[in-house]
């Protein structure tokens, strides 16, 4: 498949525990954020979104964990299985326009 | 509900030739984004439509445009390509015409510039 990215941060957790991907966005007018996930040769899927007038946002088996203070985002994946292999992208909507700015992205490697 | 839909998936073109992308979106999506993804920058904004109208532009030169048709189909085209053109060109689509509102991706068309 394609590779997205050749110098991609990469996190390796075992099957079953738990994964927390960091992302750290560019600009204080963003109000609104998305994960993606993105698996060789497809393009990005929508996981998770968060607004900025949030700090935390559930979904199933993914958490988004947002901190305006320092600019982050974190992704929490609970229980962790191969299909979750994948490259990982925060992205963040200036408000007010319809432009996003994603992140560089990290690789997610789950091991058996 | 089908996805969004990318043609052609793959393309190999030569330097100084124009090469034209299609994108039709998600049924009920008025607002459709292009985006460039490549090893080096990572995915990069080019430009946004919502009711045939250009509403954000990324930082791309002006061989980079775009249109929408009346059904919210988009088209975009590069023209005197260049060999750093080479890239995963993927479209999204929303279906709030208002920012801050989730878009979803298409499978991208993977063009090959010799």
């Known amino acids: 498949g394609e590779s997205v990215g050749l110098h991609l941060p990469t996190l390796s957790v075992q099957e079953g525990d738990n994964s927390i991907i960091n992302c750290a966005y560019s600009n204080s007018a963003s109000d609104y954020f998305i994960w993606y996930k993105q698996e060789s040769g497809k393009g990005p899927q929508f996981i998770i979104d968060i607004r900025s007038n949030m700090d935390k946002r559930q979904g199933q088996r993914v958490t988004v964990l947002l901190n305006k203070t320092v600019k982050h985002l974190s992704l929490q994946i609970a229980a962790t299985q191969p299909g979750d292999s994948a490259v990982y992208f925060c992205?963040?909507?200036?408000?007010?326009?319809?432009?996003?700015?994603f992140g560089t992205g990290t690789r997610l490697k789950v091991l058996a | 509900k089908a996805g969004v839909t990318q043609t052609p998936r793959y393309l190999i073109k030569t330097r100084g030739q124009q090469v034209t992308l299609s994108c039709s979106p998600i049924?009920?999506?008025?607002?459709v984004s292009w985006y460039q993804q490549t090893p080096g920058q990572g995915l990069q904004f080019l430009f946004e439509y919502f009711s045939e109208t250009q509403r954000n532009k990324g930082n791309f030169p002006g061989r980079f445009s775009g249109r929408q048709f009346s059904n919210s189909r988009s088209e975009m085209n590069v023209s005197t390509l260049e060999l750093g053109d080479s890239a995963l060109y993927l479209c999204?689509?929303?279906?709030?015409?208002?920012?801050?509102?989730?878009?979803?991706f298409g499978p991208g068309t993977r063009l090959t510039v010799t």
């Open positions: 999204a689509s929303s279906y709030k015409d208002s920012p801050g509102y989730e878009q979803y």
């Open positions: 049924s009920g999506h008025r607002s």
């Open positions: 992205a963040e909507n200036i408000v007010g326009t319809y432009k996003y700015i």
